[in-house]
């Protein structure tokens, strides 16, 4: 398998634009699939990642990219019409990618009654977008917060927070324990990531961005309470500036943080960032993330990693876009081939997809899936992901929330101006 440098390439790209104005091409192998991801650029992932890559039977040129420039990335080589026949997506950013003009409908290119024959109908919600399956699912999971089980029982700490304040006073002994600890890794740095711990927060508070009637709702006191909340940790130094999933799955799996959100991957990092292998996996426990008030609903995000597809000459079989094209060959060996998705789970913890493969003895026996499904409280999409040019929003909501941890502004004044900024962009 050949892979590329994707900084590089990009880098190169960027440079000869400048000097002539245009951008040239990558020729690629007329057999090669050309994929684009975010999981390989992670090195405790790259490893079994390719495996699993390697089993489809198919020559891929792998790309990698960091997990915050995916979507720049995408665009930027659809754009210079550089190579990429598949590529990885959060499902958050469906919406976003499904503006490209060129990609595939699973439901056309495998039939819509055989996917559904395939999959659960809740796992092909996440590739949906408008009628059309565009993503197709790869793994399908939540955003939970997750526990450090050695080190709340290192802080005395044994039973799960309930409420907030419960909270609080939990991440308070873990700072007392071990005085250079990040008892919570709160996302402090990438606007998606901010905003993602932003939201999970906000309903925590009984708030949200928009209510049912998708009316605008976030200059509220549940966000004033929420942005209060989030300083409150920084100030406390129960959470850091500059914190991203990596640097917060590091801190986890070095035994320097007792929560964080993150998806089902969660316990193949902290395998890897411990150096214990699967001995650690007694130490990853998910839980409800805890509310403002007993009685509250607690709340997780809807979460999924999808493979899309563009309508490229690997799509196709004499000029024709089929299921038994490369690239559809590709995607149907990482996601409908059941000994890889077992073996994803197995290895990174990665909920397969397929109905066959949730019902082995092996996920269906698994105390940490159980544990998992015990933590979903009532799952919410991403209030901001469905939204057209959903980064500008996004962006806005994470730099508000910046403003207050950071003490440029308080907490009225940032709910006030989200409002008055989505609303500009929103006519």
């Known amino acids: 398998m050949k892979k590329t440098n994707f900084t590089k390439l990009a880098a190169t790209a960027v440079l000869s634009v400048?000097?002539?104005?245009?951008?040239?091409?990558?020729?690629?192998?007329?057999?090669?699939?050309?994929?684009?991801?975010?999981?390989?650029?992670?090195?405790?992932?790259?490893?079994?990642?390719?495996?699993l890559i390697d089993q489809t039977g198919v020559k891929v040129d792998v790309l990698s990219s960091s997990w915050g420039d995916m979507q720049k990335n995408v665009?930027?080589?659809?754009?210079?019409?550089?190579?990429?026949?598949?590529?990885?997506?959060?499902?958050?950013?469906?919406?976003?990618?499904?503006?490209?003009?060129?990609?595939?409908?699973f439901n056309e290119?495998?039939?819509?009654?055989?996917?559904?024959?395939?999959?659960?109908?809740?796992?092909?919600?996440?590739?949906?977008f408008k009628g059309k399956q565009f993503g197709m699912p790869w793994n399908i999971g939540s955003i939970s917060l997750v526990s450090?089980?050695?080190?709340?029982?290192?802080?005395?700490?044994?039973?799960?927070?309930?409420?907030?304040?419960?909270?609080?006073?939990?991440?308070?002994?873990?700072?007392?324990?071990?005085?250079?600890?990040?008892?919570y890794a709160m996302m402090t740095k990438d606007n998606n990531l901010i905003s993602s711990d932003f939201q999970l927060w906000l309903w925590a508070h009984g708030g949200s961005i928009f209510d049912e009637n998708d009316t605008l709702t976030i200059n509220s006191d549940a966000t004033v309470a929420t942005l209060n909340f989030m300083k409150g940790l920084i100030d406390d130094k129960l959470a850091s500036l500059d914190t991203d999933r990596g640097?917060?799955?590091?801190?986890?799996?070095?035994?320097?943080?007792?929560?964080?959100?993150?998806?089902?991957?969660?316990?193949?990092f902290a395998r890897d960032f411990s150096g214990q292998g699967e001995a650690y996996d007694v130490n990853v426990y998910p839980i409800e993330t805890p509310v403002l008030k007993e009685g509250m609903t607690p709340h997780s995000m809807?979460?999924?990693?999808?493979?899309?597809?563009?309508?490229?000459?690997?799509a196709k079989v004499d000029g024709a876009f089929s299921k038994d094209s490369l690239a559809a060959k590709f995607v149907s060996g990482l996601t409908m081939n059941d000994a890889v998705q077992l073996e994803y789970f197995a290895k990174l913890?990665?909920?397969?997809?397929?109905?066959?493969?949730?019902?082995?003895e092996a996920v269906t026996s698994n105390q940490f899936i159980v544990d998992w499904n015990n933590s979903l409280g009532l799952p919410k999409r991403n209030e901001l992901s469905p939204l057209k040019n959903s980064s500008n929003y996004v962006a806005i909501v994470s730099e508000e929330v910046q403003s207050v941890i950071l003490g440029k502004k308080d907490a009225k004044a940032a709910a006030a101006d989200m409002e008055q900024r989505i609303k500009r962009i929103m006519k």
């Open 18 to 51: 400048l000097a002539t104005g245009a951008f040239s091409a990558v020729a690629s192998a007329a057999d090669e699939v050309t994929f684009l991801n975010w999981v390989t650029a992670e090195p405790s992932n790259a490893a079994i990642v390719q495996g």
């Open 75 to 105: 665009f930027l080589r659809v754009r210079t019409k550089q190579d990429l026949d598949v590529f990885q997506s959060s499902a958050k950013w469906l919406p976003t990618f499904a503006q490209l003009p060129s990609l595939v409908d």
């Open 109 to 128: 290119l495998y039939g819509k009654d055989y996917l559904e024959s395939m999959f659960p109908a809740a796992v092909l919600a996440a590739g949906q």
């Open 148 to 183: 450090n089980k050695a080190v709340l029982s290192a802080a005395g700490v044994e039973a799960s927070p309930k409420t907030l304040d419960e909270f609080v006073a939990d991440l308070k002994k873990v700072k007392a324990a071990d005085p250079e600890s990040t008892p």
């Open 247 to 268: 640097a917060a799955r590091r801190q986890f799996g070095q035994g320097k943080t007792a929560f964080y959100f993150d998806a089902p991957v969660a316990k193949g």
């Open 302 to 314: 809807e979460w999924g990693h999808l493979l899309i597809m563009l309508k490229t000459d690997k």
């Open 349 to 360: 913890g990665a909920i397969p997809v397929t109905k066959t493969a949730r019902s082995a």
